[in-house]
């Protein structure tokens, strides 16, 4: 939970523009970006240090005062976290980022349970946490992640609110699908594109983290540095070389004992390994390159030469739906068992067997 709070060294000049700046009178703040550059413990950060009594010289939080402990404890009175139910059952560091990560930690059980959308009665919620509770001075901060998991009845209340925003609130709305929110939503916010680092800057982060070799874990998150450190602890590694020595040879794949095998991983990461080995096929196919798994160009692009790419490209969108329903799966070995099979039936057309 320690990196929570922490601001990544990509984050430090945006940190200085905003925090100096006179506009942080803004009562909404969109913070937009991609998955696993660390927009959460930026937004965490951010409201630490206006909720602070002593900040520092860089205007980060004290982490000393009775409002930085309030915080940390996850009491403090004058903030305000909106989540999916399924976010705020199963925290965990870095996995906070993103939800592509946090299901990948969580079981598909508590999955299934856990609701995926903030409902509107969350944002009806806020009328108490504004008008009747906490400090009445000072700031209170409602921090709403991801913002796009708004359904559409709970957007309109929020829009409510943006529109008449109550004295010292200021909303932090997170989105990975900011083209998501509701136009007058984004419109309402002070849009704050937040920084991915370039290559070098996520490297040198990383070997600070320990992770070795970074270049390795960073192609593989799709250059998500946060993504990158969590791959690099656990067995994810030897899992991922497996599943990758099995596509890599489609034509002896056996789906049945293999679907088995597999479902014992969580399966919306399980469909996006195979999202990330497909896109390198297409990739390698139409450009010539490859982008997440560098140390299989050789194999990759022997199987890219063999695929037909219109096909290819049908098999590759019908990926990004199963990626969607492997939230829902009713059968976690049928559902992976019909993807692998798809899998063979572009990859070894003439050996499909129904
Ligand atoms: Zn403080």
Not at 15 to 28: F, G, N, P, S, V
Not at 53 to 74: D, I, K, M, N, P
Not at 330 to 350: A, C, D, Q, R, W
């Amino acid at each position: 939970m320690e990196e929570l709070e922490e601001l990544y060294p990509w984050q430090n000049t945006l940190w200085q523009q905003l925090r100096r700046a006179e506009e942080m009178r803004a009562h909404a703040l969109l913070l937009k970006g991609r998955k696993g550059i660390g927009k959460l413990s930026f937004a965490y950060a951010l409201a630490k240090s206006l909720l602070c009594e002593r900040v520092t010289a860089r205007l980060t939080a004290c982490g000393q005062c009775a409002s930085c402990r309030w915080f940390t404890q996850g009491t403090h009175p004058n903030f305000y976290l909106i989540a999916p139910e399924a976010f705020t059952s199963a925290p965990s560091d870095a996995a906070l980022e993103s939800d592509e990560d946090r299901r990948e930690n969580d079981t598909v059980k508590s999955r299934k349970k856990a609701g995926q959308q903030i409902t509107i009665d969350q944002v009806r919620s806020l009328d108490h946490f504004v008008y009747f509770s906490g400090h009445q001075a000072g700031y209170k901060v409602i921090l709403i992640h991801p913002a796009e998991a708004m359904n559409a009845a709970a957007a309109n209340a929020l829009l409510k609110k943006l529109e008449e925003p109550p004295a010292h609130a200021l909303f932090l709305l997170i989105a990975h699908q900011w083209q998501d929110l509701l136009p007058t939503i984004r419109s309402r916010c002070q849009q704050i594109t937040m920084p991915v680092p370039d290559t070098v800057t996520a490297c040198d982060w990383l070997i600070q983290q320990g992770v070795d070799p970074p270049e390795t874990y960073l192609a593989l998150a799709g250059a998500s540095p946060l993504q990158a450190k969590m791959f690099s602890q656990g067995d994810y590694l030897v899992q991922h070389a497996e599943f990758i020595r099995q596509m890599s040879l489609p034509e002896r794949l056996d789906p049945i004992p293999l679907s088995s095998a597999l479902s014992k991983l969580d399966l919306s990461m399980l469909v996006n390994w195979l999202q990330k080995w497909c896109y390198d096929l297409m990739s390698c196919r139409v450009t010539g390159k490859v982008r997440y798994h560098l140390q299989h160009e050789t194999t990759i692009r022997k199987l890219a030469a063999t695929i037909n790419p219109l096909q290819f490209a049908q098999f590759w969108r019908d990926l990004i739906k199963t990626q969607r329903l492997s939230q829902h799966p009713l059968n976690t070995k049928l559902f992976i068992e019909e993807m692998l099979l798809s899998y063979m039936s572009v990859m070894v057309p003439g050996r499909y067997r129904e």
